[in-house]
């Protein structure tokens, strides 16, 4: 048997280091060939790495939030025959028997094995702590689920719950995909410490648990570009009230034609459109801020960045070229650049290279919002909610349908009465859509 060693690979684009984000294995499996090892991530693309050979797990080279080295040591593997790693070569590294060792003390002891037999004393501690999570179920976590999901609970379950005065977004459950059973409130009750009171008129069970969350992976890298972007640049931000009626009226007629073989367009290959062409203007705003070097960069394409949340965070796909798409085949791309997001397969080059950005909540898009420009770029586009309110028209009062664009640009290269014509622009063409496409 031998030892081979596997280092972290390089990824291209000059990358120097990584972060792992998962462990797919632990010390004393088996894998095969191809399977998934590790996920590390660059900027905000998440890699999979996966086993060159066939053997067994016998020390990991780091923990979880760890940011390793390209070319540093990420797992060692038992496997038949001599492996990668000479008898005469260099000894077991302290980094990866270290993880488990700080795991589990036990497996401390045997620090200064022999090379050769380093993985024998490793290997066999792992197991303990990988029993089955029961001690979980005895003392569950309390799981805050997202507001507007509903846990899953059969009705004499809530009813129980109710009595109880346990909300059941709380409560941990081991039923089948989630579902929350009579013992899993036995067991958040006393986990608690307290017995829920009756509805009836007492107090409600006291809550004091507490709960720490590593900021890595995915919400490191946004918090660690937010940071930037405020850091180095001075924003200012521009809200502008858009009539919308006719827009909505045309995307309802297009739906209704064209709906069922083109697919269904919503507002924003509208706005995508009604920027690419209010762009032409001002191509100081299309544009990326070199603040080190001191150079603006102006594009001629448009390459729209489309702010999308994904069950990790914020992630910011690129829409290519706009300027070269009609309405449904920006819709298309957009609907595809939010399925890879959401489904982790997209890759780091359709994260990247955005000249400027639109972002928006939906009908979460309240009145107002003071977006944060992806940096480098100098200007960022954010939609509100469209809400139908009373307008007055030609003297007479009327319902219309009206919504904010609350955009933010970077105040060093953007001046402010050239953001304001740009949203103006925009307002113009959104408000007459026929004028989007007239050449």
Do not use: C
Request: glycine share 10%; proline share 7%; net charge negative.
């Amino acid at each position: 048997m031998g030892i081979h060693v596997i280092k972290m690979p390089d990824i291209g684009e000059g990358i120097a280091e990584v972060e792992l984000v998962a462990w797919h294995v632990k010390i004393g499996d088996m894998v095969a060939e191809d399977q998934p090892l590790a996920d590390v991530m660059t900027d905000k693309a998440t890699v999979e790495i996966p086993a060159p050979v066939v053997g067994r797990v016998v020390a990991l080279g780091g923990e979880v939030g760890q940011v390793m080295a390209v070319g540093g040591e990420l797992i060692r593997l038992e496997v038949e025959g001599e492996g990668n790693l000479k008898p005469g070569g260099d000894s077991p590294p302290a980094k990866a028997a270290a993880a488990p060792a700080a795991a589990q003390p036990a497996a401390s002891a045997p620090a200064q094995a022999a090379k050769a037999e380093a993985p024998v004393p490793v290997a066999p501690a792992k197991p303990a702590p990988a029993a089955p999570a029961q001690p979980a179920r005895q003392a569950p976590a309390a799981v805050a689920r997202q507001p507007g999901d509903k846990p899953l609970a059969s009705p004499a379950v809530r009813k129980r719950a109710w009595d109880l005065g346990i909300e059941l977004r709380y409560v941990h459950g081991s039923g089948p995909a989630g579902r929350i059973l009579h013992e899993d409130l036995d067991a958040y009750l006393q986990g608690q410490g307290t017995g829920g009171q009756a509805r009836g008129g007492v107090a409600y069970a006291e809550r004091n648990d507490e709960e720490n969350v590593p900021v890595i992976g995915l919400r490191r890298k946004i918090a660690q570009k937010m940071a930037e972007s405020k850091r180095r640049i001075p924003h200012f931000s521009y809200v502008e009230e858009i009539d919308v009626t006719e827009l909505e009226d045309l995307r309802a007629s297009l739906n209704q034609k064209w709906g069922a073989t083109r697919g269904k367009l919503t507002l924003l290959p509208l706005l995508a459109r009604a920027m690419v062409v209010a762009l032409r203007d001002f191509p100081q705003i299309n544009a990326r801020y070199d603040d080190e070097a001191g150079v603006v960069t102006r594009y001629g394409a448009v390459h729209i960045g489309i702010a999308t949340q994904s069950d990790g965070g914020l992630m910011v796909p690129v829409m290519r070229h706009a300027e070269a798409r009609d309405l449904w085949s920006m819709a298309a791309e957009i609907v595809r650049l939010a399925e890879a997001v959401r489904t982790g397969a997209a890759s780091r080059d359709e994260l990247s290279g955005s000249t400027i950005t639109i972002t928006s909540l939906g009908p979460l898009g309240g009145i107002v919002t003071t977006p944060v420009i992806n940096h480098p770029e100098v200007g960022i586009v954010g939609v509100n909610r469209i809400v139908e309110r009373p307008a007055i028209r030609n003297g007479a009062v009327v319902a219309r349908k009206l919504m904010n664009l609350s955009s933010s640009f970077d105040h060093r290269v953007v001046d402010g009465m050239d953001a304001a014509r740009f949203i103006q622009a925009v307002r113009a063409l959104l408000e007459q859509p026929a004028l989007l496409f007239v050449e």
